[in-house]
Nanobody, 115 residues
Framework: QAQLVESGGGLVQAGGSLRLSCAAS????????AGWHRQAPGKQRELVAS???????NYVESVKGRFTIARDNAKNTVYLQMNSLKPEDTAVYYC?????????WGQGTQVTVSS
């Protein structure tokens, strides 16, 4: 059974940091593409960061210089390091991966940034 388990969300003050983790297990094999999306109340889900096999990364303009996406191939895990957090970063964050042509989604983890 394919499973993506996210962790690391929580409540943090503005200016603080959090690290989100997304561990793939079960029938999910080698990850070719991974990304983190977020959805704030009343807003559309947006792609925050992505990383492809070989390492190239991409970020939405609003998080450039603050967020870093990384992957550990040995652990089949994807991370999102979030620094200098702002109240507007408050959202549910979702991990997604593509493996052997199939896309998988995590259950989401809440990130709340207080001012």
């Amino acid at each position: 059974q394919a499973q993506l388990v996210e962790s690391g969300g929580g409540l943090v003050q503005a200016g603080g940091s959090l690290r989100l983790s997304c561990a793939a297990s079960g029938s999910i094999g080698t990850i070719s593409l991974a990304g983190w999306h977020r959805q704030a109340p009343g807003k559309q889900r947006e792609l925050v960061a992505s990383i492809i096999s070989g390492g190239p990364t991409n970020y939405v303009e609003s998080v450039k210089g603050r967020f870093t996406i990384a992957r550990d191939n040995a652990k089949n895990t994807v991370y999102l390091q979030m620094n200098s957090l702002k109240p507007e970063d408050t959202a549910v964050y979702y991990c997604t991966v593509v493996s052997w042509g199939r896309q998988y989604w995590g259950q989401g983890t809440q990130v709340t940034v207080s001012s």
